[in-house]
């Protein structure tokens, strides 16, 4: 699979922690990409571990949540900046919940600089428990303390790294509803679609990654989009949970069954190899 003539830096590499992030699965998605992909598409970023493994030079970047786009536009402005305001960060549980509440002052956090807030969250995304992005209802974040011994709060040659490709790539940063960036979407462009994921079981939905959550309407409004994108000859691969609703919803398509790790129960014992799906529309 190329994406560019120019070498990869093996130094661009997520930045944040996320639920459900592919860093660990990338040997077994990229034999399944596009021999080629010179234009790239991805509405549900996260942690961006399949973005930063292939640093297409073209790219549309999408995610409903602000926080994180916020995050990634700071790292391509101002990484000098937001490195220095992340070494002023202390690792303990005060700190931490001090930093946590920012947000249940709307107005003296809406009045903050980008600076500050893409620095928290990375601040509270490396000391949180588990590394675990949840929000409650009102949209304020709520994991509690991790209490690690030394979190790498600030890896700066990473910063730099992601900074210096996302100045070098043509890459549009939005945060718009995935249908809207898919509608756009023209033949020639790849597509990743990594949506939250449906519920193996009625106690295992992690909902908190947006305070609206991700229901199965939402799951079958995602695979119409899909539907049209086939219609419309642009190819695309989509990882979700291997339930027999995904499996069925996208039966007309190729599907692969992958091995996952599930990192993130709060039961240890039921952390382990899970089966997720790999959709195509291409061979």
């Known amino acids: 699979m190329t994406t560019s003539k120019k070498r990869k830096n093996n130094l661009v590499t997520p930045v944040l922690k996320w639920v459900g ?4 699965l990338l040997d077994v998605l990229c034999p399944l990409l596009p021999k080629t992909i010179n234009s790239y598409c ?17 790219a549309l970047v999408n995610d409903i949540n602000e926080d994180l786009i916020l995050v990634y536009t700071v790292i391509r402005d101002n990484v000098d900046g937001l490195i220095q305001r992340l070494e002023q960060f202390e690792n303990t549980a005060e700190a931490f919940y001090e930093v946590r509440d920012w947000d249940r002052d709307r107005e003296r956090y809406a009045a903050m600089s980008d ?11 490396k000391t949180c428990y588990n590394g675990l992005y949840r929000v409650n209802t009102a949209g304020e974040f709520n994991s509690p303390f991790g209490n690690y011994k030394n979190p790498n709060i600030v890896n700066a040659p990473v910063l730099r790294a992601v900074s210096a490709y996302f100045n070098a790539a043509e890459i549009t940063f939005s945060t718009v509803d995935y249908a809207e960036l898919l509608q756009n979407v023209r033949r020639g462009t790849f597509v990743y679609l990594d949506p939250p994921y449906d519920p193996v079981s009625d106690t295992s ?14 799951q079958i409004r995602l695979r119409e989009c899909c539907d049209e994108l086939n219609r419309r000859g642009v190819r695309f691969m989509l990882s979700n949970s291997a339930t027999d609703f995904i499996k ?5 398509y190729n599907i692969t069954i992958v091995q996952a790790k599930r ?4 039961v240890g014992s039921k952390r382990g190899d899970v089966d997720e799906v790999v959709v195509r529309n291409y061979e």
Not at 115 to 125: G, Q, S, T, V
């Open 42 to 58: 991805e509405p549900f970023i996260g942690g961006g571990a399949m973005l930063f493994e292939l640093q297409p030079k073209r």
């Open 263 to 266: 990192a993130i129960n709060s």
């Open 205 to 218: 939905s992690f909902t908190g990654y947006s305070k609206g959550g991700f229901s199965k309407e939402d």
């Open 115 to 125: 600076i500050d807030k893409a620095a928290r969250m990375i601040y509270l995304n």
């Open 21 to 24: 992030g592919k860093r660990q």
């Open 248 to 252: 069925e919803q996208y039966a007309t």
